[in-house]
């Protein structure tokens, strides 16, 4: 099929005969795929749910499902994300979906701006937070290797828990409010939303990068430490815990589209409180 000039009508009669046969009904969807859209008219809210589960099962596709009646409950619950309007014939739908909203024309705002935003920030954070977890264990492990396999943890159980918590907490969710595009070029240009369709913000390849920034950063660390400073095994522990620190707070930087007032305030302010703790509490480093 061509899918610049092919729609695809069927009704509910059609369908009930489509739904009792099991190759009918996939070679239906696989042909749907090919065109432009497809209209289901006049159906039941069983067949609605149908439909939902077919084109999830047979094209292996997330979906999303949009509905504003109670008609619509059993479609909107059977997707991946399901969009109640609230409308004329009742709150049923928007009660029943995941997201709310009071017109059709805001799915653009929710899926252009808001699920954009929301998809590349996650994708930042875990991988963040997978990396600030491998970063702590490969300094252990190659500490152990260059001092002869001690089995002696580098980290006391506090300063791990600072690193995770109070010392990059702040810096790491000030993430949450960086933007590559404003609303407005988002909302003008929806090609930039075929990017986050491909999935490259957050795959086995980005995976695979963080690895490799957390080994080479912990490599980076742990020998620099060892060839600059003479008495490193007395104080290696405050040496490559104080970068560990600041190099955390240059990979927020890094990751940043926009250096924003809020993120440097959240390093700045961190990097006082582990100043504060390493006055007080010297024992620990």
């Given at each position: 099929?061509?899918?610049?000039?092919?729609?695809?009508?069927?009704?509910?009669?059609?369908?009930?005969k489509i739904?009792?046969n099991?190759?009918?009904?996939?070679?239906?969807?696989q042909?749907?795929?090919?065109?432009k859209?497809?209209c289901v008219?006049r159906?039941?809210?069983?067949?609605?749910?149908?439909?939902?589960?077919?084109?999830?099962?047979?094209?292996?596709k997330?979906?999303?499902c949009?509905g504003d009646g109670?008609?619509?409950?059993?479609m909107?619950?059977?997707?991946?994300?399901?969009?109640?309007?609230?409308?004329?014939?009742?709150?049923?739908?928007?009660?029943?979906?995941?997201?709310?909203?009071?017109?059709?024309?805001?799915?653009?705002?929710?899926?252009?701006?808001?699920?954009?935003?929301?998809?590349?920030r996650?994708?930042?954070?875990?991988?963040?937070?997978i990396h600030?977890?491998?970063i702590?264990?490969?300094?252990?492990a190659?500490?152990m290797m260059i001092?002869?396999?001690?089995?002696?943890?580098?980290?006391?159980?506090f300063?791990i828990?600072?690193?995770?918590?109070?010392?990059t907490?702040?810096?790491?969710?000030?993430?949450?409010?960086?933007?590559d595009?404003?609303?407005?070029?988002?909302?003008?240009?929806?090609?930039?939303?075929q990017?986050l369709q491909a999935?490259r913000?957050l795959?086995?390849k980005?995976?695979?990068?963080?690895?490799?920034?957390s080994?080479?950063?912990?490599?980076i660390?742990?020998?620099?430490?060892?060839?600059?400073?003479?008495?490193?095994?007395?104080?290696?522990?405050?040496i490559?815990?104080t970068?560990?620190?600041?190099?955390e707070?240059?990979?927020?930087?890094?990751?940043?589209?926009h250096?924003?007032?809020i993120?440097?305030i959240a390093i700045?302010?961190?990097?006082f409180?582990?100043?504060?703790?390493?006055?007080?509490?010297?024992n620990?480093?």
């Open positions: 099929m061509n899918k610049n000039s092919t729609m695809l009508m069927v009704d509910g009669v059609a369908l009930t739904m009792k099991e190759f009918v009904t996939k070679q239906f969807f042909a749907a795929q090919g065109a859209s497809v008219c159906c039941s809210p069983t067949q609605k749910a149908f439909v939902a589960k077919s084109v999830k099962n047979i094209n292996k997330r979906i999303a949009v109670g008609n619509d409950v059993a909107i619950q059977e997707a991946d994300v399901g969009l109640g309007i609230v409308g004329k014939e009742g709150m049923q739908a928007a009660l029943a979906s995941d997201f709310s909203i009071l017109e059709f024309s805001h799915l653009k705002d929710l899926i252009l701006w808001h699920g954009r935003l929301s998809y590349q996650t994708a930042k954070l875990s991988q963040f937070i600030r977890g491998m702590i264990s490969f300094i252990q190659i500490f001092f002869f396999l001690v089995t002696i943890p580098i980290f006391n159980g300063l828990l600072g690193y995770a918590t109070i010392y907490q702040m810096p790491v969710f000030s993430l949450v409010f960086d933007e595009v404003d609303r407005a070029t988002a909302l003008a240009f929806p090609i930039l939303y990017t999935g913000s795959n086995f980005t995976f695979l990068i963080w690895v490799w920034k080994i080479y950063q912990a490599s660390i742990m020998f620099l430490a060892i060839i600059l400073f003479n008495d490193s095994f007395v104080t290696i522990v405050s490559t815990y970068t560990l620190i600041a190099i707070f240059l990979n927020v930087l890094q990751e940043l589209t250096i924003r007032k993120n440097i700045i302010l961190s990097s409180i582990y100043a504060g703790s390493v006055y007080i509490f010297n620990l480093f």
